[in-house]
């Protein structure tokens, strides 16, 4: 069996122009530039208001415990936080290490194996973390 | 229960090395790059060492998020499992790497507004040394405080105290 060919390859063929010699920057990498700028602004606040209250004030994280978790999760501002900080953080890390992956993992059949991991551990997240912060029941 | 929130902890734990791992293939990486003098490499300076800290704790972020979601999906399986799990960063040893954690995260929100400043005003990038100080100065100010009030508690919480 011929060995499976990598997305670049794929992409290659169908899309040749995409590699000629004088192509400008795709839209895609020129859109994750601007989100990786307007998510990193956001993310600034949203974490360190995060960072300071589940870490500094009150006694930290000594006082972080289900009952903590659930009284927050009992106002839906907290929820809407939480989750918005949960999918920019999300897209804004798995995006940054797609270019470090870009950077290290040379071979072509190993790019597309790192990085088809990392995408699919980033979709398997976001569904985890969606799902508990909108299923949690108000009132508990 | 108790299994599982093992499991959980052993993940963190997990991702907590192979950052550190990533860290030091990055500063080793560099390291010899220069040694050679070869590849797409800054020539030193205080400039690269920012680059090389921007992508290790991004890095690091990273691996703590994926971690720190798997135990925050606790939340929906109850309260005996979450209560185990987060036991795990109320250890007096775990303080460190909460203040580490504290560090990367400040570190790299700094740094990369700094970034976002020399995209949109290029010029701003001649002065990119003292950028680069400004920031150590900017990161002092922002995390010694809050180091001191974590290391303070976790003291208090050791054996030795």
């Known amino acids: ?140 | 229960m108790e299994a599982i929130a093992f499991a959980i902890e052993a993940l963190v734990f997990i991702l907590t090395v192979g950052s550190g791992v990533f860290a030091l293939y990055i500063v080793v990486d560099l390291m010899q790059l220069r040694k050679a003098n070869r590849g797409p490499v800054y020539k030193g300076g205080i400039g690269q060492w920012s680059w090389a800290a921007h992508r290790i704790t991004g890095v690091g972020l990273l691996a703590f998020l994926f971690g720190h979601i798997v135990d925050t999906f606790g939340v929906g399986v109850g309260p005996e499992l979450y209560d185990q799990t987060i036991h795990l960063y109320q250890q007096w040893w775990f303080k460190p790497f909460e203040v580490l954690l504290v560090a990367a995260t400040i570190y790299h929100a700094i740094n990369g507004v700094r970034i976002i400043l020399f995209d949109f005003w290029p010029n701003l990038a001649l002065k990119q040394k003292s950028f680069a100080y400004a920031e150590l100065v900017l990161f002092a100010i922002a995390f010694l405080p809050a180091g001191f009030f974590m290391m303070r508690q976790a003291v208090e919480a050791s054996p030795f105290a």
């Open chain 1, 1 to 140: 069996m011929a060995p499976m060919a990598t997305i670049e390859q794929v992409y290659r063929k169908r899309k040749p122009k995409a590699f000629a010699a004088q192509r400008r920057p795709s839209s895609f990498e020129v859109w994750s530039w601007f989100f990786m700028r307007i998510s990193g602004l956001l993310l600034v606040w949203l974490v360190l208001i995060h960072l300071y209250i589940m870490h500094l004030i009150g006694s930290g994280v000594e006082r972080v415990d289900f009952a903590f978790v659930s009284q927050r999760w009992n106002s839906v501002g907290w929820k809407t936080f939480d989750w918005l900080m949960l999918v920019l953080a999300l897209l804004h890390g798995a995006n940054g290490v797609r270019v470090v992956i870009e950077d290290y993992v040379r071979s072509p059949r190993a790019n597309t194996v790192v990085k088809a991991t990392l995408y699919t551990l980033t979709g398997v997240l976001m569904v985890m973390g969606t799902a508990v912060i909108v299923t949690f029941p108000p009132g508990t």
